[in-house]
């Protein structure tokens, strides 16, 4: 583990995406703009706004439209939505999406329980929306689940996760992003997988996206860091992304990650600050705690003040050196 | 980053003093003695056992004679205690204890707040616990808080840790605990302290104590462990260690940490499965939830079945890839 010497890295906020899909309280729209306008000024590479999945399916985020429409779109920022389908990709387009977020997982079962497809269907599905959105010069990323492992395949074998990795290097897609979907990565799996993934397709843009599920999910964003990853999902207040349990945590914390990287010396242009004063504005809006660890505790050089007593304290302390001092 | 190939560490159990004492319940002896037989058989290096501290400022130990009189011990565990002053090292010879842990604060305001005396009366009166202790031939740990920085104070210098560290050291203390009591570690910090103290006192055995309390327990855990030190503090469930708020955490999760070693290839001794049953166990035990993820989460190829309607799932998959095949 070395010191970041200022190298910069790019962060990505989901918790309007993958955050709110799965509230069961409706957010607002007013407050969906406000706060994504909020988060636009914090300094992220890119916002997951929302997903052009059906209504009936993510009833959550049925505003897609409404939202991309009114949010201020800061320069520099690029927002991306979930596109599932052909569908999903008109709606998209006439949203003026600047990127296409597709996903689909490299493990079969995973596959066919999450999206109701087998791989080779949600590829042919995506390849579809891939060619529509490179008809509108549209950039497309593709979020691979299960990179680190399957909750009921168990390990995903590298040949496999690169071989999709390939075929969508093929189509044409500019890029891709490792997901950890429940947890399973460990620090020099992480390492592995993410050089090889840079070594084999060096003109793709990889992310990483980790969950905390174990608890590793900074000892893997650092692992990943020393691959030479250089984008991260990150979902602030580390709101969404299955958690297992109330109190267990699914997504990583944008403001703990962005944290630990500006302690170790890296640059990701985000305003701390602002990250947690929006992560509390964020429980607001959900109306239940989060389990993001900075947004609570501050910055490790947040200071405390010493108790009401403690020139009481430090007075007695004293005494008692003069007390023990006399003969 | 590299694999630990084997490499043995060794793990200490601290839920039973550093735990205990933060309950409002009173732990029963009885419930205390069952539980530390049943941690003894789980791999531990060492078992911190009780503190013999006054039963009027900590009412929730004020049976630590009769818990160290009454558990199993066995072979190859360390049973410690926390002992601050002369009756309590009184005490603890009395109860046979293998180990003397005294603390003491490498900042001065910490030192104040947390235990009313400033750091030089400390030190004296730790001194008096150590020749007693050694007087009975009984090795010392001093565990030393603050040395990756104080809330109060901020920054706490280098050369004022390693100046503690060599004033215990000419005291002839068989070990020092590095301790992150507030949770502002951060890796390079990690690797700039731990790599330091033991070049300077290569006779001395380190420990490293980390807090959760900003998402990094695991990634300062590894940090550690990759510039050379090979005991760790833990605490199962990630009880005690003065959390901030109710779901924030303190002391870094036994079960946590020995989880991330054993994926990376560290042998820690300790079995996963048993950690896991003995912190469903403790919240038993406190009657609340403790914030670890891995008892929560299981172990990272716990496998989990497909719902139970996979194989109509399957079915119509595979009936859509018939229907489209047909001309």
Same mark, same amino acid.
């Given at each position: 583990?070395?010191?970041?010497?200022?190298?910069?890295?790019?962060?990505?906020?989901?918790?309007?995406?993958?955050?709110?899909?799965?509230?069961?309280?409706?957010?607002?729209?007013?407050?969906?703009?406000?706060?994504?306008?909020?988060?636009?000024?914090?300094?992220?590479?890119?916002?997951?706004?929302?997903?052009?999945?059906?209504?009936?399916?993510?009833?959550?985020?049925?505003?897609?439209?409404?939202?991309?429409?009114?949010?201020?779109?800061?320069?520099?920022?690029?927002?991306? +939505?979930?596109?599932?389908?052909?569908?999903?990709?008109?709606?998209?387009?006439?949203?003026?999406?600047?990127?296409?977020?597709?996903?689909?997982?490299?493990?079969?079962?995973?596959?066919?329980?999450?999206?109701?497809?087998?791989?080779?269907?949600?590829?042919?599905? !995506?390849?579809?929306?891939?060619?529509?959105?490179?008809?509108?010069?549209?950039?497309?990323?593709?979020?691979?689940?299960?990179?680190?492992?399957?909750?009921?395949?168990?390990?995903?074998?590298?040949?496999?996760?690169?071989?999709?990795?390939?075929?969508? +290097? /093929?189509?044409? =897609?500019?890029?891709?992003?490792?997901?950890?979907?429940?947890?399973?990565?460990?620090?020099?799996?992480?390492?592995?997988?993410?050089?090889?993934?840079?070594?084999?397709? /060096?003109?793709?843009?990889?992310?990483?996206?980790?969950?905390?599920?174990?608890?590793?999910? &900074?000892?893997?964003? !650092?692992?990943?860091?020393?691959?030479?990853?250089?984008?991260?999902?990150?979902?602030?207040?580390?709101?969404?992304?299955?958690?297992? *349990?109330?109190?267990?945590?699914?997504?990583?914390?944008?403001?703990?990650?962005?944290?630990?990287?500006?302690?170790?010396?890296?640059?990701?242009?985000?305003?701390?600050?602002? &990250?947690?004063?929006?992560?509390?504005?964020?429980?607001?809006? =959900?109306?239940? *705690?989060?389990?993001?660890?900075?947004?609570? *505790?501050?910055?490790?050089?947040?200071?405390?003040?010493?108790?009401?007593?403690?020139?009481?304290?430090?007075?007695?302390?004293?005494?008692?050196?003069?007390?023990?001092?006399?003969?």
């Amino acid at each position: 583990m070395q010191s970041g010497h200022g190298k910069r890295l790019y962060l990505n906020e989901v918790s309007t995406r993958d955050g709110f899909q799965m509230e069961s309280r409706f957010i607002p729209t007013d407050d969906k703009v406000a706060f994504i306008n909020r988060l636009s000024d914090l300094g992220y590479a890119k916002i997951e706004v929302t997903s052009f999945t059906s209504a009936k399916a993510i009833p959550a985020l049925q505003d897609g439209e409404a939202v991309m429409q009114r949010i201020a779109r800061r320069p520099g920022v690029v927002y991306t +939505a979930l596109v599932p389908n052909a569908r999903g990709a008109e709606r998209a387009l006439e949203s003026r999406i600047e990127e296409f977020n597709v996903v689909m997982s490299t493990s079969e079962t995973h596959n066919l329980v999450n999206l109701r497809m087998t791989r080779e269907q949600s590829f042919r599905q !995506l390849s579809e929306v891939i060619t529509l959105a490179q008809s509108a010069k549209v950039p497309v990323n593709v979020s691979l689940s299960c990179v680190f492992g399957c909750p009921m395949e168990g390990e995903v074998p590298l040949e496999v996760v690169l071989g999709w990795i390939d075929r969508f +290097a /093929q189509r044409g =897609v500019q890029g891709i992003t490792l997901c950890d979907t429940t947890g399973m990565a460990y620090p020099t799996q992480v390492q592995e997988i993410c050089a090889t993934a840079l070594l084999r397709q /060096q003109a793709l843009d990889f992310t990483a996206h980790f969950h905390n599920t174990r608890a590793m999910g &900074l000892v893997n964003t !650092l692992a990943a860091v020393e691959s030479g990853i250089v984008r991260f999902d990150g979902s602030l207040g580390g709101i969404g992304g299955c958690p297992y *349990a109330p109190g267990a945590t699914g997504n990583v914390a944008t403001e703990d990650v962005a944290h630990m990287l500006a302690c170790i010396g890296y640059d990701t242009g985000l305003n701390l600050d602002g &990250l947690i004063a929006a992560a509390a504005e964020l429980e607001q809006l =959900v109306e239940h *705690a989060l389990p993001a660890q900075v947004s609570r *505790a501050g910055h490790r050089l947040t200071r405390h003040a010493p108790p009401p007593d403690f020139s009481a304290i430090l007075s007695r302390a004293h005494e008692r050196d003069i007390l023990e001092a006399q003969p």
